[in-house]
């Protein structure tokens, strides 16, 4: 079993920065993926950026040059720096973990952590 949890959401002016953290508790294999998402409401939950053990990484267009994910595998750590954060990134922050040959959904997910911009 993985339990995660993340912490570092809050509200920023837009412009400004977060840094939100993902601590992972259980084994976290190599093969796992580690990915940020978020979801506003009525909204369904999507991909902002993920990170495989090795260091390979993607992230959907919106936050490309603006968003870093990075991954400390002896922490069980995985990290989303924002900046230059827009009124359009507010949502629920949620990390996962997922086995890199299965979906996202099949995976464990955190509690979520709130990221409010305003403009």
């Known amino acids: 079993q993985v339990y995660l949890v993340e912490s570092g959401g809050g509200l920023v002016q837009a412009g400004g920065s977060l840094r939100l953290s993902c601590a992972a508790s259980g084994t976290i294999a190599s093969t796992y993926v580690m990915g940020w998402y978020r979801q506003t409401p009525g909204q369904q939950r999507e991909l902002v950026a993920d990170i495989t053990n090795g260091g390979s990484t993607s992230y959907v267009d919106p936050v490309k040059g603006r968003f870093t994910i990075s991954r400390d595998n002896a922490k069980k750590t995985v990290y989303l720096q924002m900046n230059s954060l827009k009124h359009e990134d507010t949502a629920v922050y949620y990390c996962?973990?997922?086995?890199?040959?299965?979906?996202?959904?099949?995976?464990?997910w955190g509690q979520g952590t709130q990221v409010t911009v305003s403009s």
């Open positions: 996962n973990a997922h086995r890199y040959w299965s979906a996202p959904t099949s995976g464990y």
